[in-house]
């Protein structure tokens, strides 16, 4: 795949993804190294065509569409998804985690159903 002219944010990522170089000229094609994926469309997201890239050659990212009624929702939404996708990088680099937030409180609840279902049964008998 070749994209004539990409002056846009994220061409760097574009190539990472689909395997191929950025260069400032194609005078040499035999010199570069193209990426690959198996489908390019043309899409409609509301009112704006995006190109859709599926099947790239490392199969590394996504895009997440975040749309809403006005800026002030759209930005809540963005800075939300950033802080999951921070606590699921953050999960995966460290999976041990500490239980807090009345995990004591919880814990001594479901030991005290636990009792109380035991004494219910023991007293049937």
Request: charged share 25%; proline share 1%; glycine share 10%.
């Given at each position: ?91 995966v680099q460290e999976p041990r985690s500490i239980c807090s ?25």
């Open positions: 795949m070749a994209i004539e002219h990409a002056d846009f944010d994220g061409v760097e990522r574009l190539a990472a993804v689909t395997g191929g170089d950025v260069v400032s000229t194609f005078d040499h094609p035999e010199l570069v190294t193209l990426g690959e994926c198996a489908v390019v469309e043309e899409i409609m997201i509301g009112e704006d065509k995006v190109i859709r890239l599926g099947g790239c050659k490392s199969g590394e990212a996504c895009s997440i569409v975040l749309r809403g009624a006005s800026s002030h929702v759209l930005d809540e939404a963005e800075r939300s998804l950033h802080d999951a996708l921070c606590i699921l990088q953050a999960t937030g009345g995990c004591t409180e919880t814990l001594m609840a479901q030991y005290r159903r636990h009792i109380n279902i035991i004494s219910r049964q023991s007293t049937v008998k």
